[in-house]
């Protein structure tokens, strides 16, 4: 398949599994913090800080945050399908990226049927649908693998070996942090094992690669740290890791299914992993890359899973290096089953009509929940409803106030004037309206701050977390 042909048949894929319905649903799980942060960054001019309900949003990087914003920059609109273009798009510069970049590797076959098992995989559907941090983080990891290995493989210059994979490393810092460098130094300890040499990580260009990919990263941090307070911001990035070192709010019961759930993120390809074997390959060159993808796959795969703090899906990077090594398979000369399986050969043509079939089916399948199952999700709206009630008890010309509100997905959907405070203090004495949580209730209630008027409570609302917020009117 030329590549035009293939470029234009991932397209097509992409945009019918990722475009339909994208904004139908309501935001929901972290998705709030990556919007809002992002609403504030445009209101205020403060690209450096992201802020959530008002305070200093510490426990990501901004770079989804900056990303929504320019996204709603661009489109000229805040909505849900705005939020969540850019995690398609990111999904898609990975496709692209593995039938360009990576077609002189696998070749025109291997590389169209790397790009439909990236868009069809069941962990990539679900992350690419949502504003959230894997979509970006996963993605940034596998541009860098797929440019490392590409270039690898083709022989070319130690500097573009090393440079655009760096490029792609420190944008995943500022996605995430640095957890995605045990995925990508896997695959590159791997391949180099396999060669039996070691040298190219001592080459100028490999360390020039880490100072920009450091400095990527620190471009942001360092400000970043200055603004909000060196110690402060030290000791909740050290708390943030340690605690999932150490295993903070752990469950057996569902540490124990982290590598079966992490399985279900390939779905459907999980189900042909028996047959990426080294020996189906003739040629020794291509036994060693698949050995050497498939250590880097397997390795940090269940090492991440198995430590305590972890779910299946921190362990999403490993889908890049797995969809390689598929890719590497499906497309060999001759592909049999493990004796285990029956031994029965699997012909070309059978593979071919295989990934056609499966393709076609994950399409039609989103097309049908785009347009049967979406509309009908009505539970899903509960986030709206309680905004608009909210908006139609305040008037349109009087600001409401949020006093530490903590994190609420309502506030993307608020239309009234939201002024965030801290402390009650920090409210105004004319302030008529107000959002609090329940914990701040008799606080509120005994203050003094607008005698002689008095707060009383208008309504409790309740979302889909089943946390709530009390709405107050001061008169």
């Not at 139908?24 to 800080?49: C, F, H, N, Q, W």
């Not at 945050?65 to 909505?79: E, H, M, T, Y």
């Not at 003739?282 to 305590?308: H, Y």
């Amino acid at each position: 398949m030329a590549r035009v042909q293939s470029l234009a048949m991932v397209l097509l894929v992409w945009a019918v599994i990722y475009l339909p319905a994208l904004g139908s649903l309501p935001i929901k799980g972290e998705e709030g913090r990556r919007i809002l942060p992002a609403i504030a960054m445009i209101e205020t001019g403060d690209y450096l800080v992201p802020q959530v309900a008002g305070e200093a949003y510490f426990r990501k990087p901004p770079l989804i945050n900056w990303l929504v914003a320019i996204s709603f920059k661009i489109l000229g609109q805040r909505n849900e399908w705005a939020a969540r273009l850019p995690s398609a798009l990111c999904v898609l510069a990975v496709a692209v990226a593995f039938v360009t970049v990576a077609g002189a590797s696998l070749g025109s076959g291997g590389s169209t049927v790397a790009a439909i098992i990236w868009l069809t995989n069941a962990g990539m559907i679900e992350k690419g649908r949502l504003i959230e941090i894997e979509a970006l983080y996963v993605s940034l990891c596998a541009l860098a693998i797929i440019f490392w290995l590409s270039l690898w493989e083709r022989q070319k210059s130690p500097w573009l070996i090393w440079v655009p994979a760096s490029i792609f490393l420190g944008l995943g810092w500022l996605a995430k942090g640095p957890v995605h460098l045990i995925f990508f130094y896997a695959v590159v300890a791997a391949v180099l094992w396999q060669h039996k040499t070691w040298r190219p990580l001592f080459h100028p260009a490999h360390f020039a690669g880490v100072l920009i990919m450091l400095g990527i990263f620190a471009a942001w941090a360092i400000p970043f740290a200055h603004s909000t307070g060196n110690e402060l911001t030290v000791a909740k990035w050290s708390s943030q890791f340690t605690g999932r070192l150490r295993g903070d709010n752990f469950m057996f019961s569902s540490w124990i299914w982290n590598i079966p759930r992490g399985l279900v993120y390939f779905l459907p390809w999980t189900i042909l992993l028996p047959l990426a074997r080294p020996r189906i390959f003739r040629a020794e060159k291509d036994r060693r890359l698949a050995r050497a993808v498939a250590w880097g796959a397997a390795a940090p795969f269940v090492i991440i899973n198995l430590m305590p703090g972890s779910l299946p899906r921190y362990a999403m990077p490993a889908i890049a290096p797995a969809d390689w090594l598929l890719a590497m398979s499906l497309t060999a000369d001759n592909v049999s089953w493990p004796r285990a399986l029956g031994g029965k050969a699997f012909s070309m043509k059978n593979r071919q009509r295989m990934v056609a079939v499966v393709a076609v089916l994950v399409c039609t399948g989103m097309a049908v929940y785009a347009a049967a199952i979406v509309p009908r999700m009505h539970h899903r709206q509960n986030v709206k409803k309680l905004a608009a009630e909210i908006d139609a008890i305040i008037p349109p010309s009087e600001p409401l106030y949020a006093l530490d509100p903590s994190y609420q997905p309502i506030f993307f959907y608020l239309r009234s004037k939201l002024v965030y405070a801290s402390q009650v203090i920090n409210l105004p004495p004319d302030a008529k309206y107000l959002l609090i949580r329940p914990a701040r209730e008799r606080e509120v209630m005994e203050s003094n701050r607008w005698a002689p008027r008095r707060p009383h409570l208008i309504s409790p609302f309740t979302d889909y977390r089943k946390e709530s917020i009390l709405l107050l009117k001061i008169d």
